[in-house]
């Protein structure tokens, strides 16, 4: 990464290729094509088809489509019907419930597109934030949003919120001088940060990173390689349904001992009495209980301005008794 912090304006400017005027329109172009857009890569796309089968990644659920097939093959119409029943009732509320979830995720980033102040050939410009390039001369004001990891080059009173990024809670105060090499994010008062809010005064700066080479960009990237890890109700429907499965294995296997010792059965009939079995062993209301208990909770939490994404989130934000966060409020 280089050193922007470490040289002085003049040289920052002449080694992005930019002057305090700013760049010309056709450079700026070219350096879109080149760069990409200012954006932070957004993971793996939502679809409603991939909604609709996360509702059968339940072990439960699974058995419940295992059992409602067995009961076709005994003829068992009337308890077919009620297992297919119940799961179209669960799994229409758990997509209803994530699907508008995702919707109003996308809502909330359309209204929340964010712009930015640029100099383009030494006239101000608002463009939308996403077109910001490297060598872009931007100009920060109070209540700005910092597009784009910037070198300052002028200020007056400028102070930056960087809590989102360093933790300080209080406002950096903002500088133009270079500063020593090994300066640590925190301590590089002449930057300025994707993400970050400007609290207070003006400044002008030219961008030295935009997207993902940013430092908040570098965080987007950390936290997408993370693996999701199943919450402590999936876990332990997890174990349910391997609990379910040995005891319908066992009695499986007791049928066919007691059946071939006795001989009082035919191989048919005691295939179908162990089928007849394993569906026993099947709590088929246990899901949708659950799932719409899950979905009145959910609906608690919106009307306290919390948004679910994932049913069963709901019931570890439920089970959480400690919530640890930093001294600027910061959920860790």
């Known amino acids: 990464m280089n050193k922007y912090h470490a040289l002085e304006a003049a040289e920052v400017l002449k080694l992005l290729g930019s002057t305090e005027a700013g760049l010309s329109k056709r450079e700026a172009e070219g350096r879109l094509l080149a760069y990409g857009y200012n954006e932070l890569e957004k993971g793996k796309g939502v679809t409603a088809l991939s909604i609709f089968l996360d509702q059968f990644k339940n072990g439960l659920i699974v058995m419940l489509v295992f059992a409602g097939l067995l009961s076709l093959v005994l003829r068992e119409r009337v308890e077919a019907a009620a297992i297919f029943s119940i799961l179209l009732l669960n799994t229409f509320l758990g997509f209803i ?21 640029v100099l383009r050939e030494g006239q101000e410009l608002k463009i939308p934030a996403k077109d910001v390039v490297p060598g872009d001369i931007l100009l920060l004001e109070a209540g700005d949003i910092v597009p784009a990891d910037s070198r300052i080059i002028d200020v007056s009173y400028l102070q930056i919120d960087e809590a989102s990024l360093t933790g300080e809670s209080v406002p950096s105060k903002k500088v133009f001088e270079k500063l020593p090499p090994e300066s640590s994010i925190a301590d590089q008062e002449n930057m300025a940060f994707m993400g970050t809010v400007v609290t207070y005064g003006k400044g002008k700066v030219v961008v030295t990173a935009t997207g993902m080479k940013t430092e908040l960009g570098g965080i987007a990237r950390s936290i997408q390689s993370t693996r999701e890890v199943q919450t402590p109700l999936q876990s332990r429907f997890a174990q349910l349904a391997k609990q379910i499965g040995a005891v319908a294995g066992f009695l499986i296997i007791t049928v066919f001992v007691v059946g071939i010792l006795n001989r009082a059965l035919s191989v048919g009939k005691m295939v179908l009495f162990a089928l007849a079995l394993t569906v026993s062993t099947i709590p088929n209301s246990l899901p949708v209980i659950v799932t719409v208990s899950l979905a009145m909770g ?8 919390m948004l679910i994404k994932k049913l069963p989130a709901a019931e570890s934000l439920g089970a959480a008794t400690i919530i640890c966060s930093d001294k600027t409020g910061t959920i860790t």
């Open 298 to 305: 959910a609906k608690r939490l919106a009307k306290k301005n």
């Open 97 to 117: 419930q994530e699907f508008r979830a995702e919707k109003a995720m996308e809502a909330l980033e359309k209204t929340a597109a964010p712009t930015a102040n």
